[in-house]
């Protein structure tokens, strides 16, 4: 038989309210990203397989905002690279502490770089689908590889 103690009261923390935000917040953008990714996938599958089409204009007007938004995710990884080194924060052991910290903190799971880089494999694989839709994978799949290998110096 389990038995409970009385352990007095407790009181929350305005550190542990913070925490646990924090971290459901934490869970839900995961979870959001990892159904995004597994609708993108599924919006391909249903394109490969002839559950949806559109024009090749209409994919083409969507097929262009995406790619803007492409560049704005390598605008954005541009700027992160900056975390790529630990801020110098002294060479006292605090500092160096903190240094990795905030370096992990911007780089690691969960992060702003991670987050930017779940954003696009979800661009990416928007775009793949609504080029089999329109029918125009193939033909973007060559010319791809025309220019990789004319890129390789290959006839």
């Not at 599958?45 to 024009?55: I, K, L, Y």
């Not at 954005?76 to 790529?84: A, G, S, T, W, Y």
Request: proline share 4%; with cysteine.
């Amino acid at each position: 038989m389990t038995e409970f103690k009385d352990m007095g009261p407790t009181r929350a923390t305005p550190g542990d309210a913070r925490k646990s935000a924090a971290f459901f917040a934490d869970a839900m953008r995961a979870a959001s990203f990892a159904q995004s990714q597994a609708a993108a996938g599924k919006l391909v599958d249903s394109a490969r397989e002839g559950g949806f089409r559109v024009t090749r204009d209409q994919a083409n007007e969507l097929i262009g905002a995406l790619r803007r938004c492409l560049d704005r995710i390598d605008s954005v990884e541009n700027r992160l690279q900056v975390f790529d080194q630990e801020p110098p924060l002294g060479d006292h052991d605090y500092g160096k502490l903190m240094s990795r910290h905030m370096q992990q903190a911007a780089t690691g799971p969960g992060s702003v770089r991670s987050a930017v880089e779940k954003l696009r494999v979800i661009v990416e694989t928007s775009i793949e689908a609504l080029l089999h839709a329109s029918s125009q994978y193939d033909e973007a799949e060559a010319t791809a590889a025309d220019a990789l290998t004319r890129g390789l110096g290959n006839p």
